[in-house]
């Protein structure tokens, strides 16, 4: 899980990390990119590479290998002095001009293999305050404003916008929501202001709102490739109606729901 950055002025930020290996369990292993973020519009910079899990299976770096942003091969430099090997790529501002998604893997061009477990570089969109989905009688923020503004600043080449606001939501029939979705769209937001512990007067616990957070940015990116509610409680895609049933599921979804999602457009680039 990415840091999330969604001060009170804010409303935007992307996640990254929802199509890491690990949700779709196939591999054992996992990609990691650092920085996992940039602003749009800044200087290129050298994003490092790197994969954990079992060792039997992790990708160990080598020299012949050619880090690719969005397929297209970028300068990169393998290290091995003293301590673990290291892969760093050169990422120029043209990549970064404007923003969006890219979709970041290796190529070992000694033996043509892909490690093509997809992580998604994420660059935020800003979009200045929510202000305009503001209801003065709820005190609470629409979520179908802030959907429809998604949509519209949605990059063009983004595969999926997710908003993380700190703004409490709400559709005029259900006194709040955690988040909101397009089914089968691009955009979808999750509210943070339900899942602090700090809302139901406890201390505050980081990182359980970090989990809190994450379940609920996968059940509305979930939606956005088309998935249903599921009826399997410990699923991220079951729906939740107070933060007892958040808790109860996994950061995770159900082999059923993780099968439906392989399948839909856009969900395997791999
Ligand atoms: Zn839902
Ligand atoms: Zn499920």
Same mark, same amino acid.
């Given at each position: ?102 979709? $970041?893997? =290796? @190529?070992?061009?000694?033996? #043509? ?5 997809? +992580?998604?570089? &994420? %660059? ?46 709400? $559709?005029? =029939? @259900?006194?709040?929501?955690? #988040? ?5 769209? +691009?955009?979808? &937001? %999750? ?80």
């Amino acid at each position: 899980m990415p840091p999330i950055r969604a001060g009170a002025s804010t409303l935007i930020f992307l996640c990254s990390g929802l199509f890491s290996s690990s949700l779709f369990g196939q591999s054992g292993y996992t990609m990691n990119l650092n920085p996992a973020t940039v602003p749009a519009g800044g200087s290129g910079f050298s994003l490092d590479v790197s994969f954990n899990g079992n060792s039997q299976v992790a990708p160990q770096p080598k020299s012949s290998w050619i880090v690719r942003w969005n397929g297209s091969p970028r300068p990169t430099h393998f290290t091995q002095s003293n301590g673990p090997a290291d892969i760093k790529a050169d990422i120029s501002a043209s990549d970064i001009a404007t923003p969006g998604i890219a979709e $970041i893997s =290796v @190529l070992d061009s000694d033996t #043509g293999q892909v490690y093509s477990i997809t +992580r998604w570089f &994420v %660059v935020p969109v800003d979009i200045n305050g929510a202000d305009f989905a503001y209801d003065a009688g709820r005190r609470q923020y629409a979520s179908i404003a802030v959907l429809e503004t998604l949509v519209r600043r949605c990059p063009d080449d983004a595969l999926k916008l997710l908003a993380v606001t700190e703004r409490d939501l709400f $559709i005029p =029939v @259900l006194t709040f929501v955690y #988040g909101h979705a397009q089914l089968g769209g +691009r955009a979808a &937001v %999750v509210s943070l202001a339900r899942l602090r512990q700090e809302f139901f007067g406890l201390p505050g616990n980081p990182g359980l709102l970090v989990q809190r957070a994450l379940k609920e940015a996968l059940h509305e990116t979930g939606h956005t490739f088309g998935l249903v509610h599921c009826a399997d409680g410990g699923c991220a895609m079951s729906l939740s109606t107070n933060i007892r049933q958040i808790d109860l599921k996994r950061a995770a979804f159900c082999a059923a729901c993780a099968a439906r999602l392989r399948r839909r457009p856009g969900a395997a680039r791999t």
